[in-house]
């Protein structure tokens, strides 16, 4: 119910004043696993992903410091992202971000609608890096499709550093979904992954027409 409530309220106010414009909302399939490959200019994106796919519950990834705060705030905080869907991670190093994306796995196989970050992380400078290939090991591993999305203004909408959203008209596109459940059986596991996780950033390039980076993106505290 809170997250119905939520939602209907995000979405008037995202209507009302950010003018968002959605395409290819028919792409993401109203049942079953699907995973939702996305750049990353801003934390909103996590808001106005969902609330564009409209038909369905979409999870993602929040630091777990959201779920961990104490008094009133922070049982506030806790309540707001566990009705947005968010699945609370730690990051650090290599283990956290195994089981971030065993959490995700575990989602995926439920027949849930999922959001990745191949980036990793937030682009400070607006151009698209290189993906990390975690995105293709949940896409072998789930054999759901993968829908790639583009997200513009978004970085508008809530600047890095930013407390709180601000009005500014956005866009999200959703492309056609891709299918990597069969074809690369003959590949070793990593450049499977590597190859799966390139085709999907140049799908996502090709909806955002961003300028693309030649290496990784770093994550700061921030994310």
Known sequence: MLY???????????????????????????????????NHLSFVDSVVIPLAVRTRRVRFLAKSDYFEGTGVRGRATKALFDSLGAMPVRRGNARDAMLSLETML????????????????RSRDGRLYRGRTGVAHLALESKAPVVPVAVTGTQHVQ???????????????????????????HLSPARARREITDRIMDAIHGLSGQERAAGYNTLTSEE
Not at 16 to 31: A, D, F, Y
Not at 106 to 121: I, K, M, Q
Not at 160 to 170: L, W
Request: glycine share 10%.
């Open 159 to 185: 600047p890095i550093g930013a407390p709180v959203p601000r009005p500014h008209p956005f866009t999200v596109r959703f492309g056609t979904p891709m299918d990597f459940s069969t074809g690369y059986d």
């Open 106 to 121: 575990d989602r995926l196989r439920e027949g849930e609608a999922c959001v990745v970050y191949p980036e990793g992380t």
């Open 4 to 38: 119905g409530a939520l939602r209907q309220t995000a979405a008037v106010l995202a209507r009302t004043l950010c003018r968002p414009t959605i395409e290819g909302r028919e792409n993401v399939p109203s049942t079953g696993a699907v995973l939702l490959a996305s």
